[in-house]
């Protein structure tokens, strides 16, 4: 395998033009696409796994890009022989990047805590904790969450930030998502119902409503990019239906409408949660959901655990949308969600990584193969392996309500990760390279590439030194725990 430049050493010259360090204010400017047309030809794939609607595996197959979109998907014998940058990936499987649908990405900061709590205990445990949470904590750990995603082969993450203490903005973490290079749908979350209101977080870390629609529309005007091949989009996303005030989520709803983005929240998590819809609001999670306006094709739900068979039908007639997110069902006890009759009912289905305090990691690579195999446990019965990766792929591409990532088809931005074959994970699965992606231990993406230009390269950040990032992050972490 070797990584070969072309004539203008382009791919690596748009990336250090593209993502400097960048002040909030100027970071719509770090997501235009680059202005130079550059092509670079991605080549010799053991197998190049497409997620197209024939569900095309090419071996020996490969990409022409230019500018950052796909114009062939062919054998590497019919591509064209040269392009400003080579990539030679000879003994490594190339997917499509894959789409994370829900994350809480300052939660790094607090993995391995609350170890042995379900969900609201956890939560509660963690509250006074977060509390002290900081804009720099915000930013450093949205991009170590965001790097260690980018290695597991991720090239868009959406993230839920619901709480906003001292200083800390959405801002923050597009700031961060900017330096990573990751394409990124910022959740504006909130919290709106304290303890004193019969809410589960304390006072302290909720704000008041009417800042908070002020402020969602601020981050909407000021960030949000609805093109094609968008790096940046902003969502709506009140935390939960325990967290905010009914008023809240029909005014959520009627903003993010009123401005054409999607709307985002936690529902049906566990048990709890839908006792606390019955006991507050005399119904179900879904039916509360559906009260106040949040179903349709722009809303997606985190976790959406327990749902019945009618529930699961309503979810799919409006277009409702869900994010699973195992790794964090099975920490917390929560419960299995009903991913195979999901998929059956035509339930439009991505996945999580979740957390990173209830996971604890951003591996989507491995939350993949975890998908995989709970369908298979709570079905009694066989989800196929390649449905995990069209979870991970085209099914978060539709959760998050894009077009034009999820797939390499062409006309599709060029977005994919690359695994060498060769590592000892893999050893006695090379008769299916691709299955083994899924049913071996996960392993580190060599290559993570979005827009067509790398974000992860031999195994590393390109834009980021992991170790000082590493060493920036346990400082903020240990300054949480004093
Ligand atoms: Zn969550």
């Known amino acids: 395998m070797q990584f070969r430049l072309g004539e203008a050493s382009n791919v690596a010259l748009h990336c250090s033009l593209l993502l400097p360090a960048m002040k909030p204010e100027s970071y719509p400017q770090v997501v235009s696409i680059a202005s130079k047309v550059t092509t670079l030809l991605v080549t010799h794939a053991t197998v190049l796994v497409t997620m197209d609607e024939h569900q095309r595996e090419i071996p020996d197959g490969g990409l022409f890009i230019r500018d950052g979109w796909i114009e062939q998907v062919a054998p590497s014998s019919d591509l064209p022989a040269s392009a400003d940058a080579i990539l030679d990936l000879t003994d490594h499987v190339v997917i499509p990047g894959l789409v994370n649908t829900h994350h809480h990405l300052y939660q790094t900061l607090t993995r391995a805590y609350a170890q042995d709590s379900e969900l609201f205990d956890w939560l509660t445990t963690l509250y006074p904790v977060w509390a002290k949470i900081t804009s720099q904590d915000v930013n450093v750990s949205a991009r170590l969450g965001l790097t260690e995603l980018a290695m597991s082969g991720c090239t868009t993450s959406s993230d839920h930030l619901y ?24 959740a504006r979350g909130s919290m709106s119902l304290g303890q004193s209101a019969g809410g589960l977080p304390p006072d302290s870390v909720v704000e008041d409503e009417e800042e908070i629609l002020k402020d969602t529309r601020r981050v909407i005007e000021t960030f949000h990019d609805p093109k094609p091949g968008s790096m940046l989009r902003v969502v709506v996303a009140p935390c939960s239906p325990f967290s905010v005030t009914r008023d809240l989520m029909r005014e959520s709803a009627a903003l993010a409408r009123h401005y054409g983005v999607t709307l985002h929240t936690h529902l049906a998590e566990t048990i709890d949660e839908e006792a606390f819809c019955v006991e507050h609001f005399g119904m179900p999670p879904l039916a509360y959901a559906e009260s106040v306006d949040w179903v349709g094709p722009e809303v997606w739900f985190a976790h959406a655990v327990h749902m019945s068979e009618r529930e699961i039908a309503r979810m799919a007639d409006t277009g409702t949308g869900a994010a699973h997110c ?24 991505g996945l999580g990584v979740d957390g990173s305090a209830s996971n604890d990691g951003n591996d989507l690579i491995g939350e993949a193969r975890l998908a995989l195999l709970l369908a298979r446990v709570r079905r009694q019965g066989m989800m196929p392996v390649r449905s995990a990766l069209e979870l991970a792929t085209i099914g978060g591409a539709r959760v998050l309500g894009r077009d034009d990532i999820g797939t390499l088809s062409v006309g599709k931005a060029a977005d994919f990760a690359a695994f060498d074959v060769n590592r ?14 899924l049913l071996c231990a996960s392993t580190r993406a060599s290559y993570t590439y979005v827009h067509g230009k790398p974000v992860v390269s031999e195994g590393h950040p390109v834009n980021l030194e992991l170790e000082t990032l590493v060493e920036e ?3 903020a972490a240990a300054r949480l725990f004093s």
Request: proline share 6%; no cysteine.
């Open 163 to 186: 709480l906003f203490p001292n200083d800390s903005r959405l801002d923050d973490e597009i700031d961060a998502a900017g330096h990573v290079g990751l394409r990124f749908h910022a």
């Open 326 to 349: 195992p790794a964090s069902n099975m920490r917390l006890g929560s419960g299995i969600a009903p991913i195979a009759e999901y998929l059956d009912a035509g339930v439009r289905v």
């Open 424 to 437: 000892v994970e893999y050893a006695g699965a090379q008769h299916d390279p691709v299955a083994a992606l």
């Open 473 to 475: 992050h346990n400082r």
